[in-house]
């Protein structure tokens, strides 16, 4: 495997820390030449997305992904159209900033509730009724399964298939504007892997997220590992999706609360970086 195009690493910026600053981190990027940026909606809000939009298109960065949207299942009617409202602005505010795609975290159970198949239902229904407005503010829709020890709190939808078959659910079999988000850390252990990113095909494919999973995992978040410290084969995942037809950046995505978070930005991204050109 050759190593990628050096131009195609992203960073998600929580990469970068807990405390965000959009204008901090844009000009740490330019440092580095890091042409691609996931921002989170909070530090987009605090700037305003038309601002946020025009200090990204000034420094040439290309928003891979807007992070996030989704959480549907709430445990009555009410809370489920505020979800809904919800990711109707986060649509609004994906398409100001031109992101390649929004990223939709399906969200877990309803508080108090053991009702699995019930909240899945919620998180069909909530795609369904936002994916119009995606489609005509021209933002796609990119679906993240989520490992399966965030089942309960974060998303239930879990794998793959399970999003590939809520994507052709919603929009039939090559409709578009709705896709997957591929995150090496969710989903590398899923013996489906491969034939599932086959199947997405390069329609579907919408976001490659990368980061390694470290051998022991001492917190269930907060804990993930930069590309090359632990057991995910990154280059063969990236392989698949290329021979599926994906050309879309590579973006690092380490929440790291006890080692990353801990170093200076610069420190961060040049090991980005390095990692990128040799383990990925
Ligand atoms: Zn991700």
């Not at 590579?250 to 970086?273: Q, T, Y």
Request: charged letters at 30%.
């Amino acid at each position: 495997m050759n190593p990628p195009d050096p131009a195609l690493l992203a960073i998600n910026t929580a990469t970068l820390g807990e405390k965000r600053n959009l204008r901090r981190e844009i000009d740490a990027l330019r440092r580095h030449n890091i042409r691609g940026i996931a921002p989170w909606r909070d530090e987009v809000a605090e700037t305003g997305a038309k601002d946020a939009a025009r200090m990204i298109r000034d420094n040439g960065l290309v928003v891979t992904g807007f992070v996030r949207a989704g959480f549907f299942p709430a445990a009555d009617r009410n809370g489920r159209r505020a979800a809904i409202d919800d990711n109707r602005r986060a649509i609004d505010d994906a398409a100001t900033l031109g992101a390649r795609c929004l990223v939709v975290v399906a969200g877990g159970l309803p508080a108090e509730s053991k009702d699995l198949p019930g909240a899945r239902e919620m998180v069909r229904d909530g795609v369904g009724e936002i994916l119009d407005h995606a489609r005509s503010s021209g933002v796609p829709l990119a679906i993240e399964p989520l490992h399966p020890m965030y089942c309960a709190d974060r998303a239930c939808v879990n794998t793959m298939k399970q999003a590939l078959d809520l994507c052709d659910e919603l929009a039939g079999r090559d409709g578009a504007g709705i896709g997957v988000a591929v995150d090496v850390y969710h989903l590398w252990w899923d013996p489906e892997l491969e034939s599932q990113i086959v199947r997405a095909g390069e329609k579907r494919l919408l976001a490659f997220h990368i980061c390694d999973w470290l051998v022991p995992t001492t917190d269930l978040l907060l804990d993930r590992g930069m590309m090359g410290d632990g057991v995910i084969d990154i280059p063969l995942i990236r392989s698949w999706m290329e021979a599926a037809g994906y050309r879309g950046m590579h973006e690092a995505e380490i929440f790291s609360k006890n080692n990353w978070w801990k170093r200076e930005p610069d420190e961060v991204l040049g090991m980005c970086r390095a990692r990128h050109q040799t383990v990925c």
